[in-house]
């Protein structure tokens, strides 16, 4: 079975410019959750979605968004690019089907965004 | 606030010993997860706890969950070169997929 897909797997970008990138979960999950690795700040909380509903956002400006389509795939934007965006954003795939044994959560291999 | 501590945070050790990673976290929560990270890879979920005194095992590896006490080990048994990695453990307070992260553990086995 397929795992989490993120794509592109790197990008570069240059301050001021906006970015999206795109998450397809596992097939059947319906919780998409969104974090951000950086070595100063480790590895932070986004946004969640379920059911294309967002349902939490961790402590995060404005510019950084999301959202989630009918066939469960996920996208994020980042506007306004700074050089602090610059991190590996990984998305993470659950049943979540409020059975505890289903919550595990997949990661995909990862976003890595470089801002110039 | 949630907070969850590892430690230690850089462990080096040769093989064939045993060693354990301590993860405390500040406020009851429902579920804790134990992944691995290679050097540039993502993160591989190695075990989920839902309750108190669960244990899991996988290997080399074993997990327990104290939740009274807060407390989640990692325990490496007879390490290999294999399990270099960093592991990090999280905390899902509320079920609801919002995961609080520990800084990790770089765990650098050598042969």
């Known amino acids: 079975k397929a795992g989490v897909t993120q794509t592109p797997r790197y990008l570069i970008k240059t301050r001021g410019q906006q970015v999206t990138l795109s998450c397809s979960p596992i097939s059947g999950h319906r919780s998409v959750s969104w974090y951000q690795q950086t070595p100063g700040q480790g590895l932070q909380f986004l946004f969640e979605y379920f059911s294309e509903t967002q349902r939490n956002k961790g402590n995060f400006p404005g510019r950084f968004s999301g959202r989630q389509f009918s066939n469960s795939r996920s996208e994020m934007n980042v506007s306004t690019l700074e050089l602090g965006d610059s991190a590996l954003y990984l998305c993470?795939?659950?049943?979540?089907?409020?059975?505890?044994?289903?919550?595990?959560?997949?990661f995909g291999q990862g976003t890595r965004l470089t801002v110039v | 606030e949630l907070k969850v501590e590892q430690n230690p945070l850089f462990l080096s050790m040769q093989e064939g010993k045993n060693y354990t990673i301590y993860c405390n976290y500040s406020?009851?929560?429902?579920?804790l997860y134990w992944y691995r990270q290679d050097p540039g890879k993502s993160l591989e979920s190695l075990f989920v706890?839902?309750?108190n005194g669960a244990v899991k095992q996988e290997g080399r590896l074993m997990a327990s969950l104290d939740t009274k006490a807060r407390l989640s080990t990692l325990h490496i048994t007879a390490a290999v070169h294999d399990l270099s990695a960093t592991y990090f453990c999280a905390v899902d307070r509320d079920s609801n997929y919002q995961l609080i992260w520990g800084a990790g553990t770089k765990l650098i086995i050598k042969p």
């Open positions: 993470a795939s659950s049943l979540a089907i409020g059975i505890d044994r289903d919550a595990e959560a997949f």
């Open positions: 406020t009851t929560s429902d579920r």
């Open positions: 706890l839902l309750s």
